[in-house]
């Protein structure tokens, strides 16, 4: 409202103003950084989140772990990883990610010596972007083939060209009756031998390469292509999909439970998987997978969660959003082990084996084990439909969120004129990670996608976080990254979150990654180790992830004329991406101000801020400009200015 209290003296005294009205910024667009974009509301951005972090893992992996470790036993240092590792780091790169607006490699702009660190995250996610995808298209086929037999389901039986005289349907082997698998029989499942010969085509080993699978090599160029779709226009694009990918593994997995509990040996199933055996909680083994499980399938240290985060709004409250997402995640694991280990307790008891001997984890959970459950059911194809549907989905939103984090990494380091073209520079990237994971739908292309699996996110991700937490609290400082995160959320973190942040995520993590080392064994599958030049590519992957570090520390020091110590300070526009934010926050304004206003900080103290002009069309005519900092971020504005100007 503009009045002029002081009569006819020409001056009209502006009050109570958003800084926004005053700056080159478009109000009329509904994104609060409008040359980044934002998600277009709070529900995309959750959903994006529990898309990335509830993936295949959750089903294929954690209930292996769980009945491995313990059973209901294991959950004990499960809930404990997951509160002093995986919920603070989950936590602390939302907040890194959305003050900054910046991706997994601009925001290390914090510390220019470490930004190798950002280089690292991208290089592992590109790595897993190769292989993860190829296993949605694993997923595409069998979904494909659910409609090819009906009213059965194409990998049972034994009279099909790709079976062996070892074939085994339920309880014959060939035709021949004996008893089931578990009694020294060497008979091989008809799952088992439509996921070697049929759907993989596989070869002896590695060495053996063979030709490109096309089934495959189709269903993996349909992947990339539904990735492409997905992510084509950034947030506003993936933001929409998930409330299909995010919301509907939920609904099959309450529908496959409902139909799981009802059959035969369910119950078994399920006291298989939760009964508790306390004594394997004094294995470090068992603490070590629970940390494990909990660090991949949260996402930390991907680079997923600072992209994720940067498109928030400055205000957005990251601090809840982790804690939703992270036991959302958590939940769905334990309710997916229900799930699994209800069907197989039917399957053991149709089959008349013990559940251990026909359960399984990974890849011969999900194409091997469960189809086989499947395949025992009325109506089996419909399952089986669904099934490998939810499979899909929990795949597609893990995969575009790493393929979005790539982009977006690249396009932050890039100028403006590419970030214009995000549409083309993000198919040609899929275009060329299609091209990338041709050689895993060779006949070799099982063991190519093990050496990715076993090699590309192991030691070198623990080794980033553990140096994330490290550089943010020590060299850019606790203190300071607490005010930033108060300039967001109206307060500090507690001294829970502090004491995680300084000492005890990153003492788990180092504990994690030395057992990880001590350990070690070369890659395998199927029992078959793999030669020594493929075990020197896996840790040449390692390496890859880790170079950026050094690399990038000299290349630092250089740029600052060999002035070590100014690399470990953030670069002149490290902040927020908005000048309103920055006021807030305490940092220097990117467009500047006329004048030599004082602001509040988020300290709440004084800071005069010495920077370029506004642009004149903004600030012609104003004079001596005064702020109040007041309560939720917001400004108010004190502004003179000769009427006679207007």
């Not at 292996?64 to 780091?89: D, E, R, T």
């Not at 969660?305 to 498109?311: P, R």
């Not at 036991?327 to 799930?339: D, E, P, Q, R």
């Not at 699996?453 to 550089?471: H, K, T």
Request: hydrophobic share 45%; charged share 15%.
């Amino acid at each position: 409202m503009a009045t002029n209290p002081n009569g006819g003296n020409g001056v009209l005294v502006v009050t109570g103003i958003e800084l926004d009205d005053v700056s080159k910024h478009d109000e009329s667009s509904k994104d609060e950084n409008v040359t980044r974009g934002n998600w277009g509301s709070k529900l995309d951005f959750l959903l994006s989140c529990i898309g990335f972090a509830v993936g295949l893992g959750n089903v294929w992996r954690f209930p292996y772990l769980c009945y491995a470790n313990g059973g209901g036993a294991f959950l004990i240092p499960y809930v404990i990883c997951l509160a002093f590792a995986g919920l603070p780091l989950f936590y602390f790169e939302l907040a890194l990610g959305q003050f900054a607006s910046r991706g997994c490699i601009s925001v290390w702009n914090l510390c220019p010596m470490f930004k190798g660190l950002g280089y690292g995250m991208m290089i592992v996610t590109a790595l897993v972007c190769v292989y993860y995808n190829v296993i949605i298209a694993w997923t595409l086929f069998y979904l494909f083939a659910s409609f090819s037999k009906l009213p059965g389901v194409p990998w049972v039986g034994c009279d099909n060209w790709w079976n062996t005289e070892l074939c085994l349907d339920g309880k014959t082997v060939n035709g021949t009756n004996t008893t089931a698998l578990g009694n020294g029989t060497s008979g091989v499942r008809a799952t088992q031998e439509y996921w070697d010969w049929l759907v993989l085509r596989r070869s002896e080993d590695i060495d053996e390469s063979g030709t490109v699978v096309w089934q495959l090599a189709l269903c993996l160029l349909l992947a990339w292509i539904i990735v492409f779709l997905c992510i084509a226009k950034g947030v506003k694009s993936s933001g929409k999909v998930v409330y299909v990918t995010a919301t509907f593994p939920y609904i099959v997995l309450v529908i496959l439970l409902i139909r799981g509990v009802t059959l035969p040996g369910a119950v078994d199933g399920i006291t298989f998987y939760m009964e508790p055996k306390w004594h394997l909680l004094k294995n470090a083994k068992v603490w070590k997978d629970a940390a494990t499980q909990i660090f991949y399938s949260l996402g930390v240290a991907f680079g997923g969660l600072h992209t994720l985060g940067s498109y928030n709004r400055f205000n957005n409250n990251c601090y809840m959003d982790a804690l939703i997402v992270a036991l959302c995640n958590c939940g769905t694991s334990v309710f997916a082990g229900f799930v699994i280990f209800s069907v197989i307790g039917y399957m053991a008891h149709d089959s008349g084996q013990e559940v251990a001997d026909v359960v399984d984890s990974g890849q011969g959970l999900a194409f091997v084990a469960y189809p086989e459950a499947i395949a025992r059911l009325p109506i089996s194809p419909l399952w089986a439909i669904l099934f490998f549907l939810m499979l899909f989905t929990l795949g597609l939103d893990s995969q575009f969120v790493m393929m979005e984090t790539v982009v977006t990494a690249a396009l932050d380091e890039l100028s403006d004129a590419f970030k214009k073209r995000k549409t083309l520079i993000t198919l040609i990237f899929c275009s060329i990670w299609f091209f990338f994971g041709l050689p895993c739908v060779l006949n070799s292309g099982v063991y190519w996608l093990t050496l990715f699996d076993w090699y590309s996110a192991s030691f070198a991700l623990m080794i980033i976080s553990i140096l994330e937490c490290l550089v943010v609290c020590f060299i850019y400082g606790i203190n300071r990254f607490c005010n930033d995160i108060k300039a967001m959320l109206g307060y500090r973190p507690n001294i829970f979150w502090r004491s995680c942040w300084l000492v005890i995520t990153p003492v788990i993590l180092t504990g994690v990654l030395g057992f990880s080392f001590y350990e070690y064994s070369a890659v395998a599958y199927a029992g078959e180790s793999f030669p020594t030049w493929a075990e020197i590519v896996g840790w040449a992957m390692v390496i890859l992830a880790l170079l950026p570090l050094p690399i990038y520390a000299v290349y630092a020091v250089c740029q600052n004329g060999g002035n070590f110590m100014q690399t470990l300070r953030p670069v002149p526009n490290w902040g927020p991406a908005l000048d309103k934010h920055r006021r807030i926050a305490g940092y220097p304004l990117l467009d500047g101000f006329n004048g030599d206003p004082t602001v509040m900080n988020s300290n709440g103290k004084e800071v005069k801020y010495l920077a370029n002009d506004y642009p004149k069309s903004s600030m012609d005519g104003f004079k001596n400009p005064g702020f109040d900092a007041g309560e939720n971020g917001q400004i108010s504005v004190g502004l003179q200015c000769d009427i006679d100007s207007y």
